[in-house]
């Protein structure tokens, strides 16, 4: 995937600045890269892969010569043996001498089906690795996605909130010389008063609305709090850049991260039967035997050297194995009916993530309108509320519907880019951007 070779390209070349620095600038895309190295949920996924391969090669050296060494030494304290050939003549002591053997041994499995099958589950445990990884990946690059538009939106949703406390601070400053001369009422000032106090609150809200997406996203990112985010993307460039409904995306269910996950774990499960099925299979192992006598004892007839085989054959389990056998089939089943139970429900997924991104698309040109609109009548009332024709109560009125409608339209947006989000997360292509 190309995301993923860009991530080792901007490892190498990155990796020991990012930390230092104190400052990211960041378009989506970079941001996606950025938490694919440095988020710690991937990093720990990316650990359980290394942990897969140990246990892997833990699988396979059961059944490689296994090598053993013993050193023994027993003294029995000047205790003798005592052997009477003829009870009418006296028993003849024989002292035991102290003995020290080293005992080398080598063992080499050489047929088990338990073991056969434990090297293909731990293949596949690699596997499964694999596949949670890129799984965690497409997850934390779809929650990063977000996140960055959301801080957009948000900052976004700031600069609106400004600039119109701005606006109507300057209209307060322009109506208050106009109450003392007794042109204007001093209601017309109270009330504008009340709506610059009341944005000026909301600019507080919003700002700090706009340090906790930030926030959210640093976490994501894996950097720390006192990094300075910069993010270069603009919300206009990114609706309008294949987020529409008529966007090609086809949803093929063999690209999709969990339904990988199944199948690796119908694959586990179908080895599970194969695994009690080997308990029929007999064990056989063959050893060697070393032992060199550093203190030899009065009688020595073991010899230093033995080689043999053994043979562990099943009997007769009284219907355990064939239990197990049964019990494996059985969850082979379920896992199959589970597979094809995600399949009908990806699809329906698909569809109604479709269903909802068109409703999205709708309801944001919808709202692109209405906030075209209440922006010119705000500024049609605002100039005459200048020249006297209104009250500030129209003004204020106006004022707030105009505010209504871009809170409207951000929302509209929001869900535009997380419908589009949800989709390309579902279909697996957001790895691919």
């Known amino acids: 995937m190309r995301i993923i070779v860009t991530t080792i390209s901007l490892l190498c070349l990155s990796v020991g600045v990012l930390q230092a620095q104190e400052k990211l600038t960041l378009d989506v895309s970079a941001a996606r890269e950025h ?33 053993n060494a013993t050193a023994d030494y027993s003294n029995a304290m000047g205790a003798q043996i005592s052997i009477q050939f ?15 053997n ?12 338990n073991y056969i099958v434990g090297i293909q589950l731990a293949k596949l445990g690699c596997t499964l690795s694999e596949k949670n990884l890129q799984k965690t990946g497409q997850d934390i690059v779809s929650q990063v996605t977000e996140s960055y538009y959301l801080t957009l939106l948000s900052e976004e949703s700031l600069k ?49 609305q706009y340090e906790m997406a930030k926030n959210m996203l640093r976490i994501q990112l894996g950097v720390t709090a006192e990094t300075e985010l910069e993010l270069t993307d603009n919300l206009a460039d ?44 007999p064990t056989v192992t063959g050893f060697y035997n070393y032992t060199y006598k550093l203190l030899k004892p ?11 085989m053994q043979m562990s054959i099943p009997v007769f389990s009284s219907g355990e194995r064939r239990s197990r056998v049964r019990q494996a089939k059985i969850d082979l089943e379920t896992t199959k009916n589970n597979k094809a139970l995600m399949e009908e429900q990806l699809d329906i997924q698909f569809r109604q993530m479709q269903f909802n991104l068109n409703n999205a698309w709708e309801n944001y040109e919808t709202q692109k309108r209405n906030v075209e ?29 105009y505010l209504q409608a871009e809170s409207e339209y951000v929302t509209s947006l929001l869900e535009v880019l997380r419908s589009r989000n949800a989709l390309e997360t579902l279909t697996g292509s957001i790895l691919n951007k």
């Open 238 to 281: 990114i609706i309008e850049k294949d987020m529409g409904p008529d966007a090609d995306l086809n949803f093929d269910i063999a690209h999709n991260a969990d339904f990988q996950l199944l199948e690796v774990q119908e694959e586990l499960t179908r080895k599970q039967i194969d695994l009690q099925k080997a308990a029929y299979l």
């Open 160 to 208: 609106i909130l400004r600039n119109n406390t701005e606006n109507l601070k300057e209209i307060y400053r322009k109506t208050e010389p106009l109450v003392k001369v007794g042109m204007m009422e001093k209601l017309e000032l109270d009330q504008l008063s009340v709506q610059v106090n009341s944005l000026s609150n909301a600019v507080r809200s919003a700002e700090r």
């Open 298 to 308: 009065a009688f020595d007839m073991s010899p230093p050297h033995i080689v043999g």
């Open 35 to 67: 938490a694919l190295i440095y988020n710690r949920t991937v990093k720990n996924a990316g650990l359980a892969i290394d942990q897969s391969q140990e246990r892997l090669r833990e699988a396979i050296s059961a059944g490689l010569p296994q090598v």
């Open 86 to 100: 003829d009870e009418n003549m006296p028993a003849t002591q024989i002292p035991i001498k102290p003995t020290s």
């Open 373 to 401: 609109v209440s922006r010119d009548v705000y500024l049609n009332l605002r100039r005459k509320f200048e020249q006297g024709m209104i009250s500030g109560l129209e003004l204020t009125t106006a004022d707030n519907n």
């Open 102 to 113: 080293f005992n080398l041994q080598v063992g080499q499995l050489i047929f088990n089906g």
